[in-house]
């Protein structure tokens, strides 16, 4: 079945550590996006990419960073620089960057720093 | 910042109708109203959406006033599995970043039994 996958779904880092979360999609989607999610709270974007080998901070992107090098797949590097890096991060794609706006999200990554 | 205004949780008993509402007096001619729901850690999933005329699929119905200054999304009848938060979003339906939804923090619907 086409869809997004997220992996892992549950992560735990020591302070100070590189993590990197794989955001893969089979829809044939030429847009990305991710969300961080905090508890409580909605979603807020950190990045998107409308088509391979380009992408676009959004609102919060101190401390993150991506690549777009395949046009299935988005991965998420949470730096060290980022303060406060444990929350929900969330994948979303849709069908192009002109588009109804219907976003298909993955299941997410837990990412808890100790 | 979010352009919508909705109240922070509703209770609904389960097979009634569940209508929660949606403020957006700053929309613009050309920005939809879109409707997303989160059920808890799982990521959203899009409902419906719409311009000016009011529209109804399978999942949902949304009633847009005609000055378009807000909406209702309309659950006809609700079930405990429609138990999540809903989230109202306003944008522009075109790419680069004023195409980009910004998802405040929603409506949390309880449906009871």
């Known amino acids: 079945d086409g869809g997004i996958t997220q992996s892992p779904k549950y992560l735990f880092r020591k302070e100070g550590q590189n993590v990197t979360l794989s955001c893969e999609q089979n829809?044939?989607?030429?847009?990305m996006y991710w969300y961080r999610q905090d508890p409580g709270q909605g979603l807020r974007l950190i990045y998107y990419?409308?088509?391979?080998?380009?992408?676009q901070k959004g609102d919060i992107a101190e401390g993150y960073s991506v690549s777009r090098e395949k046009k299935e797949s988005f991965p998420l590097t949470v730096t060290s620089a980022q303060k406060n890096p444990t929350a929900f991060y969330l994948c979303?794609?849709?069908?192009?960057?002109?588009?109804?706006?219907?976003?298909?999200f993955g299941e997410g990554s837990r990412l808890t720093v100790l | 910042d979010a352009k919508t205004t909705q109240p922070p949780s509703m209770d609904c008993a389960e097979g009634r109708a569940a209508n929660l509402p949606c403020n957006h007096s700053?929309?613009?001619?050309?920005?939809?109203v879109y409707w997303y729901r989160q059920i808890h850690s799982q990521g959203p999933q899009y409902i419906i959406h719409?311009?000016?005329n009011n529209e109804t699929n399978e999942m949902a119905s949304l009633i847009i006033t005609e000055d378009r200054k807000s909406s209702t999304l309309i659950l006809p009848h609700a079930t405990l599995r429609d138990t999540a938060v809903y989230y109202c979003?306003?944008?522009?339906?075109?790419?680069?970043?004023?195409?980009?939804?910004?998802f405040g923090k929603g409506t949390k619907l309880s449906v009871k039994p």
């Open positions: 979303a794609s849709s069908i192009a960057a002109v588009n109804t706006g219907e976003l298909f």
């Open positions: 829809l044939n989607h030429d847009a």
């Open positions: 990419s409308q088509i391979v080998n380009d992408f």
């Open positions: 700053t929309i613009s001619g050309n920005e939809y």
């Open positions: 719409g311009l000016k």
């Open positions: 979003i306003v944008r522009f339906n075109y790419g680069g970043s004023q195409g980009n939804l910004i």
